[in-house]
C-alpha cells in the first residue's frame, strides 16, 4: 500500500517545483522591466559641469574701482543629448551654515552686489553630447563701487525645448539641473577688517586624550576672510607642548563659522593652557585662552590604592616581626630567669 502511494507523492512534488519555478521566472522578469526605466533613465541623465568652480586666482579677482576685467569659463555636458543651456548672473548669500550659496532672484544690497557689473557672452550655448564650450566673462566696476567684497554666481542651465530662453521666465526649466561658478570680487580700497573668536570651549577635564575643542569665528568685515588658526598648548611649567594647525574656511563678511580640531595626544599629566590664535586679512590678529586639566585619575587612584595596600601590608608585617620578637625576648628572659632560680637552688 505504502509502495503505490510513492509515485503519487513524487508527481505531486514534481508539479509543485514546476509551479513554483514559472512563478520565480515570472517575478524575475517583471523585475528586469521595472529596472529598464530606471536604467535608462540614468543613461539620459542631463548633467552639466561648470569649470572652474570658482574664479580667480586664490579663489577671488582684486579690481580697482573704474576698471574692467576679462576672464573665460567652460561648460562641459557629461549626458547622451544635446542641450539647449543657458547662462545668467545672480548675485548670492550664504545659508545659515556659513558655507552654502543661495542665488537671489532679485538685487542684493549695493554693498555686496555684483551680478549688475557681470556681462557673459554668449548666454545661450547649443552642447553636444561630451562637449564643452568656451563662455567669455567681463566685468565692469563701476568708479564709484565700494571697495570691499562683492559676490555672484554664473549659473548655467538646461532648458526645454521649446521654452523661452530669458532670465526672466524659467518656469519650463524649473526641475532642470543648475550648475554655476561663484566671483568673489574684491574692491580695491580702504577696508574695515574685524573678526572676534566666539564659544572657544575646550574640555576643562578629561583623563586621557584626544581632546576637542571648538570654537567659532564672526566675521564683520567688509570682505570675506579665510582665517589662518593654530591651538598652542603649554603644560604648567608654560612650556609650549603642541601647536594645532586648524583646517581653513572661507567666512563671508557678516557671517559666521563653526570650526572643530583636537589635541591628539593620549596621557597627560596635569594643568594646561589653551591659547587660540587666529590671523585673517592683511594682518589681523585676535587671541583667545583656556584652561583645562588632562589627568588620568582612576589609574591615580588604583596607583594610590596598591601604594597604600603596599604600605598597610609592610606595616602589618613589620608589626607582625615586632611583636614576634618581643614574644621570643619574653621567653629568653623566662628561661633565663629559670636558670639562674635554679643555680641560686643548688
Known amino acids: 500500500m505504502t509502495a503505490q502511494l510513492k509515485p503519487f507523492s513524487l508527481i505531486r512534488l514534481s508539479k ?10 515570472a517575478l524575475i522578469l517583471s523585475l528586469g522591466q521595472l529596472t529598464k526605466p530606471v536604467n535608462a533613465q540614468k543613461e539620459n541623465a542631463i548633467s552639466l559641469t561648470a569649470i572652474p568652480p570658482r574664479l580667480g586666482d586664490q579663489g577671488q579677482i582684486e579690481i580697482k574701482p573704474g576698471e574692467k576685467h576679462q576672464a573665460q569659463i567652460k561648460i562641459f555636458n557629461e549626458s547622451q543629448e544635446t542641450l539647449d543651456v543657458e547662462t545668467f548672473v545672480q548675485d548670492f548669500i550664504v545659508d545659515e551654515d556659513g558655507k552654502t550659496p543661495i542665488a537671489l532672484e532679485g538685487k542684493l544690497s549695493n554693498r555686496w552686489s555684483l551680478a549688475s557689473w557681470i556681462t557673459v557672452s554668449p548666454n545661450v550655448n547649443k552642447i553636444a553630447p ?5 563662455l567669455n566673462v567681463l566685468i565692469e566696476v563701476p568708479a564709484d563701487a565700494l571697495p570691499g567684497g562683492h559676490y555672484a554666481m554664473i549659473l548655467h542651465q538646461p532648458v526645454t525645448p521649446g521654452a523661452e530662453l530669458n532670465q526672466a521666465n524659467q518656469a519650463a526649466a524649473s526641475i ?3 550648475v554655476g561658478t561663484l566671483l568673489y570680487v574684491v574692491v580695491e580700497g580702504p577696508v574695515n577688517e574685524e573678526a572676534f573668536i566666539r564659544n572657544f570651549e575646550i574640555a576643562q577635564f578629561s583623563e586621557y586624550g584626544p581632546v576637542p575643542f ?16 593654530n591651538l598652542e598648548i603649554y603644560n604648567l611649567f608654560n612650556q609650549r607642548v603642541a601647536n594645532i594647525t ?7 563678511p557678516f557671517t559666521s563659522r563653526d570650526f572643530q580640531g583636537e589635541w591628539e595626544r593620549i596621557w597627560g599629566f596635569g594643568w594646561y593652557k589653551a591659547k587660540l590664535v587666529v590671523s585673517y586679512g592683511s594682518g589681523q590678529l585676535i587671541t583667545n585662552t583656556r ?13 594610590l590604592i ?23 625576648q619574653k621567653k629568653l628572659q623566662a628561661l633565663q630567669e629559670k636558670v639562674k632560680k635554679l643555680e641560686n637552688e643548688q
Open 16 to 25: 509543485a517545483l514546476l509551479i513554483i519555478g514559472v512563478m520565480l521566472s
Open 130 to 134: 561630451r562637449q564643452t564650450v568656451l
Open 176 to 178: 532642470a539641473q543648475k
Open 214 to 229: 571648538s570654537y567659532e569665528i564672526e566675521n564683520l568685515s567688509d570682505i570675506h576672510i579665510r582665517p589662518r588658526a
Open 246 to 252: 586648524v583646517p581653513t574656511k572661507n567666512i563671508f
Open 291 to 303: 584652561h583645562f586639566w588632562l589627568l588620568p585619575i582612576k589609574i591615580i587612584l588604583a596607583a
Open 306 to 328: 596598591l601604594l597604600l595596600t603596599a604600605v598597610i601590608i609592610i606595616l602589618a608585617i613589620r608589626r607582625h616581626y615586632q611583636h614576634r620578637q618581643k614574644l621570643e
